[in-house]
């Protein structure tokens, strides 16, 4: 199977920020450096210069030259990069180039919403749909949903939240990562210089419902979630209150396409983990915080509920969900708490400064230990997470504390900085098989983040640069000259495995959103369609834009919510 993958000059097809690194690949026989041309739309060569030789790139097997075009930085749109007789897909230079993408990326979630009707006027007709999962036959949940036999003897209504991903589950730990990032990409408006105080992420700046109500959009999409989460707790007086259950989800795997609304399984929840009910406790604190400007009310039933779950977790430490639970919706198994337990201590630290969550941080395994490894962010891996925010959230910390923290997020970036050079495609990671795993492309956006946090922490402009480039990749400055986000670039992703956005297989569907994020190429070929057609594939080629590979092309909460966050970042960047 050979992808046609177009003309052999790789640019970011969306563009590149004017004060901004402007960096490409190109793929060639030549060994020698070439000369390469920067055209304006009109055709008239405006920049050029000789590109950089760098033999064979590991994670694509190509022969590639790169090419540096920075020091050009005058706006514009239709340019175009001619080297080795080819020339590339066309791309602007402008400094609102992330300002779409912050908000489309984010919209991807009201769409994704599960318990409430689409509303076409807000997001477009083709997206309109009745609520999904509202006991509404044939749907059997989420007002009354049961346990899985043996787990516990009493129903939940759990509905609203989000839908996982391409199917209709709703997963506790990896709706905990999500809502955590949509929350921080707000709560960085809040300290990061080059934010301009949140204007950006205001009331009134999604397509949402709740827009105007005087609540920051990004906080009432975060809601949706957090209601869903706190729904999932078990209720005082029950067998281990307090704790979460990990996931709910339909009793079979469905096929798709298939409308939530039109679900006919049973759906049941699983039984309570401590995973789980430490991802409800970090982010009903971080929600305790970050609410009580807005609905006081409801900071004060998030952070009631952050101590009750951390509280059951500590009482119930090793409840782990088995990787065999996995029929009729991911397993999301984990064997390794202690990265929650200190994820949940920061974030509850951070909102109530009490001594005991700081005691408890203190002598985590986490605590000094190098977090941010290849992959150090997921649902599995969340210490990250808790030491971001203990790196930029204002608190009490001692100074020493606060000052070796920040070293450790700057110590992370320089490496991904060191990987990025290394890397012909600019990328922060290495090229080895190891690194394109299911997912990958939302852990290449979080290694991002880490250097974006770098930025906001030291101002330096290397860290912004990097950041800027692992976008690059991501908007189709690789191997398949592909961009993995959906309306975004010449040749994006557009079939990403969804049963709500069935267009490749029924014309009368849409495609998924503009905005969103499919999961990108992974080494493991992990579905029986990739497995298939992609078998001996190197790194970078192990993808396919099909709704038949779930582990390669699905979209994802958790990869939408980075691509979320890197694109506030990058938005606010625009004008630096
Ligand atoms: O994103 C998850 C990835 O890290 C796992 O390797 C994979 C297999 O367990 O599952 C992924 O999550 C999927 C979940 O199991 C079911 N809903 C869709 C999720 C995204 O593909």
Redesign the pocket.
């Known amino acids: 199977y050979e992808p046609d993958t177009g003309p052999r000059v790789r640019v970011n097809q969306v563009g590149y920020l004017p004060s901004g690194p402007k960096n490409a690949t190109v793929v060639t026989e030549a060994t020698t450096p070439l000369t390469w041309q920067l055209r304006s739309a009109a055709g008239s060569v405006v920049a050029s210069g000789q590109s950089t030789p760098r033999g064979v790139d590991d994670a694509s097997g190509q022969n590639v030259q790169t090419i540096d075009f920075s020091s050009y930085r005058t706006a514009g749109t239709g340019y175009t990069l001619v080297a080795d007789g080819e020339t590339s897909h066309p791309f602007d230079i402008s400094a609102d180039l992330y300002d779409q993408l912050r908000s489309d990326a984010l919209q991807f979630f009201y769409i994704q919403r599960s318990g409430i009707a689409i509303d076409g006027d807000l997001v477009g007709a083709e997206y309109a749909r009745p609520a999904g999962h509202l006991g509404v036959a044939p749907n059997k949940g989420d007002t009354s949903v049961p346990c899985q036999p043996g787990v516990c003897d009493y129903s939940l209504d759990v509905r609203g939240g989000w839908y996982?991903?391409?199917?209709h589950?709703k997963y506790v730990v990896n709706g905990g990562i999500a809502t955590y990032q949509l929350l921080n990409t707000f709560e960085r408006t809040k300290t990061a210089a080059s934010a301009g105080g949140g204007a950006a992420l205001g009331d009134a700046t999604l397509r949402v419902p709740e827009r105007g109500n005087g609540t920051p959009d990004i906080l009432d999409e975060a809601r949706w979630e957090l209601e869903f989460l706190l729904r999932m707790q078990v209720p005082a007086g029950r067998p281990l209150a307090g704790m979460a259950h990990h996931k709910i989800h339909d009793v079979n795997w469905t096929g798709l396409p298939l409308a939530p609304e039109d679900d006919p399984e049973r759906r049941e929840l699983h039984a309570p983990s401590t995973a789980a009910t430490l991802n409800l406790a970090a982010t009903a604190a971080q929600c305790a915080r970050l609410f009580a400007p807005y609905d006081a009310a409801f900071a004060t039933r998030c952070g009631t509920a952050a101590k009750t779950a951390y509280a059951a977790a500590k009482a119930n430490p090793t409840r782990y969900a088995p990787a065999s639970d996995s029929t009729g919706?991911?397993?999301?198994d984990d064997t390794d708490v202690t990265d929650e337990f200190y994820w949940a201590a920061a974030e509850l630290y951070l909102t109530t400064g009490e001594q005991a969550y700081l005691t408890d941080l203190s002598t985590s395994p986490h605590h000094t230990a190098d977090i941010f490894g290849a992959r150090g962010f997921?649902w599995q891996g969340v210490a990250a997470l808790g030491r971001l925010d203990l790196a930029t959230v204002p608190s009490g910390l001692p100074a020493a504390e606060k000052t070796r923290i920040r070293a450790s997020v700057t110590a992370a970036a320089d490496r991904h900085l060191t990987e990025l050079r290394n890397q012909a495609y600019g990328l922060p990671m290495p090229g080895d098989p190891d690194s394109y795993f299911?997912?990958g492309n939302g852990n290449i956006i979080n290694n991002a983040v880490v250097l974006a946090t770098a930025y906001d922490l030291t101002g330096e402009a290397t860290y912004r640069d990097g950041a800027v480039q692992a976008m690059d990749y991501l908007l189709g400055r690789n191997a398949l000259n592909m961009s993995y986000v959906t309306g975004y670039g010449e040749q994006a992703a557009k079939n990403q495995h969804s049963r709500i956005f069935g267009n490749q297989i029924d014309p009368e569907l849409p495609n998924p959103p503009a905005g969103s994020l499919a999961?990108g190429p992974n080494a493991a070929l992990q579905d029986p369609f990739a497995a298939q057609l992609l078998a001996g594939c190197k790194p970078m080629f192990c993808f396919v834009d099909d709704i038949n590979s779930?582990s390669t092309n699905?979209v994802?909460i958790n990869w939408n919510s980075a691509l979320t966050w890197i694109a506030s970042f990058l938005a606010d960047q625009g004008d630096g």
């Open positions: 996982d991903a391409g199917d589950g919706g991911g397993a999301y997921g299911w997912g999961g779930y699905e994802a």
